[in-house]
């Protein structure tokens, strides 16, 4: 039986790799085999891409940024990837192609150009989960996590969002380019394609979920598509089971 191929996606500071994490072990308690994987990966091509990722001073094109992901892409579907999933390995993956669509594709290449350098060789995923959150909460939870900050804002001139305690404040260009990029994630669509935001209401406020939440939402979106006849027939058991004596 071949493995599942579950894409999580999203803006940063969606909590992608803690969710990948969790999934995991939720898959494994259901007697599954796992892999964790990631993009960039961590072959030779991944650790290229990350290093330049890194350097300020580099200033590569849109094509040049396309290529590299392309290769790295390749190396890791063909090496790691489609092996895990031929001998029945669930298959986890943070990042793939749709971060090249929304990312390279807000850096002016087209959908269409990129679908194309994938044809042939790139699986479809079984589900692709892409999180959803506003990018001024995503980019807290991100300093929160570096630097153990706290999530307060405080506005200043030139800025929509200036971290209080923080000493590398996120500028407007930041927040806007993310704004752009959650725009792009929410129009991609498909009946693999799982929208699942990160917060919820809560009274007349809102909160994260927690992880268990959503690895809870992450498998039933699994379930429904992987075993959809019982993920109906529990659900109208429940339903009738909850009619009965008093």
């Not at 992608?16 to 939720?26: E, G, M, P, Q, R």
Request: positive net charge; aromatic residues 6%.
């Amino acid at each position: 039986m071949r493995g599942r191929f579950i894409v999580i996606e999203g803006i940063d500071g969606t909590g992608k790799s803690t969710l990948a994490l969790k999934l995991a072990d939720a898959l494994r308690a259901r007697g599954r085999e796992v892999l964790l994987t990631n993009e960039p990966s961590r072959l030779p091509s991944g650790k290229m891409i990350l290093e330049r990722l890194t350097d300020k001073s580099l200033k590569l094109t849109a094509h040049e940024w396309l290529g590299m992901f392309v290769v790295d892409r390749r190396m890791n579907i063909d090496t790691i990837v489609k092996p895990a999933l031929e001998r029945g390995t669930d298959v986890i993956q943070d990042r793939s192609f749709y971060s090249t669509l929304v990312y390279q594709g807000e850096m002016g290449i087209s959908g269409a150009e990129i679908m194309k350098r994938h044809e042939g060789w790139h699986p479809a995923p079984d589900l692709v989960v892409i999180l959803d959150i506003a990018p001024r909460f995503g980019l807290a939870r991100t300093r929160k996590r570096t630097l153990g900050v706290g999530q307060r804002y405080v506005r200043q001139q030139g800025q929509k969002y200036i971290f209080k305690d923080g000493d590398a404040p996120q500028t407007t260009e930041k927040l806007n380019f993310l704004q752009s990029i959650r725009r792009r994630y929410a129009r991609i669509k498909g009946p693999n394609i799982a929208h699942l935001s990160v917060r919820e209401h809560a009274g007349e406020d809102w909160r994260d979920k927690t992880t268990e939440q959503l690895v809870t939402e992450v498998l039933h979106e699994l379930d429904i598509r992987s075993n959809p006849r019982e993920v109906i027939d529990d659900q109208r058991y429940a339903s009738n089971s909850g009619g009965g004596d008093t």
